[in-house]
């Protein structure tokens, strides 16, 4: 049997990622915990949140974003200003933010035309 610990990392693929790069750390405010490759040849860049690993894939034949694959969930401490920021940064929607009754989200593109889910829970 299979026993799982943790997730290692979710990977995104990317077409271009010095533009990528410029989303996930200018837009997003990640910090890169790895990063090795070349234009042209594969890449990959590592962002270390909170105990898991977001990463970007570049150069993998057949690999492409898609906005129809899986999304992360991005949990931040203002969902309000998180919203805002996107904006100002002409981030676009895919679905507008909105509540459940757990929490609030909602799902942008980035700059590949991957989704990722901008998340805040409700207070217990």
């Not at 990392?9 to 090795?36: H, I, N, Q, W």
Request: glycine content about 8%.
């Amino acid at each position: 049997m299979l026993k799982a610990t943790e997730i290692a990392f979710t990977c995104y693929p990317v077409v271009d990622m010095d533009r990528a790069r410029k989303f996930y750390e200018g837009v997003l405010g990640l910090k890169s915990t790895v990063s090795y490759g070349t234009a042209g040849g594969m890449q990959w860049t590592e962002y270390d949140l909170a105990g898991g690993t977001i990463a970007l894939g570049c150069g993998a034949p057949d690999w492409r974003p898609r906005e129809d694959g899986a999304a992360f969930a991005l949990e931040v401490e203002d969902f309000d200003q998180a919203i805002a920021h996107l904006r100002a940064n002409h981030v676009k929607f895919k679905i507008e933010p909105m509540p459940t009754p757990v929490c609030q989200m909602a799902f942008i593109y980035d700059s590949e035309g991957n989704l990722i889910c901008i998340h805040k829970r409700k207070a217990k």
